[in-house]
């Protein structure tokens, strides 16, 4: 019987070691898991925070771009308007068939220049008067 005793106990050792080498085996694999399980749950929260950031500033640069729109479309039936009425307002009186003075015609021009510049985007940082 002693020699059996020794042997389940060599038996019963070995066992435990192995069971063991297992449990720290399978606790260090699940760590990693866990760890890889983090960063992925990080790499999805900065991803749709960058998503989210774009999705704003494209709402942003689309609300910007439709009041650019409606305001070019505003400016061009004001200046309509505005020629209609000069039309109506000039239509009998005399002074529609005199040149207009060269100063004058220079002066509109640089004003109409300025209002495309200013309208595409450009500003020279100089007054119009």
């Known amino acids: 019987m002693n020699r059996f005793t020794a042997v389940f106990g060599a038996v019963v050792i070995c066992l435990i070691v192995c069971l063991g080498w297992l449990v ?3 606790h260090s694999a699940a760590a990693q898991q866990e760890t890889r399980a983090e960063t992925a749950d990080q790499q ?3 991803a749709q925070a ?3 950031n774009v999705l704003s500033a494209m709402t942003i640069f ?3 771009a439709e009041a650019n729109q409606h305001a070019k ?3 061009v039936l004001d200046a309509s308007g505005a020629a209609a009425d000069i039309k109506v307002a000039v239509a009998d009186d005399d002074c529609t068939n005199r040149p207009v ?6 002066r509109l ?3 109409a220049n300025g209002l495309r510049q200013s309208s595409s985007g450009a500003f020279t940082g100089k007054p119009d008067g």
Do not use: F, R
């Not at 003075?101 to 220079?106: R, T």
């Open 62 to 64: 689309n609300s910007i």
């Open 109 to 111: 021009q640089q004003y």
């Open 24 to 26: 720290m085996h399978y």
């Open 73 to 75: 479309e505003q400016i």
């Open 44 to 46: 999805v929260n900065t």
């Open 101 to 106: 003075p060269a100063g004058a015609v220079e």
């Open 50 to 52: 960058i998503t989210s």
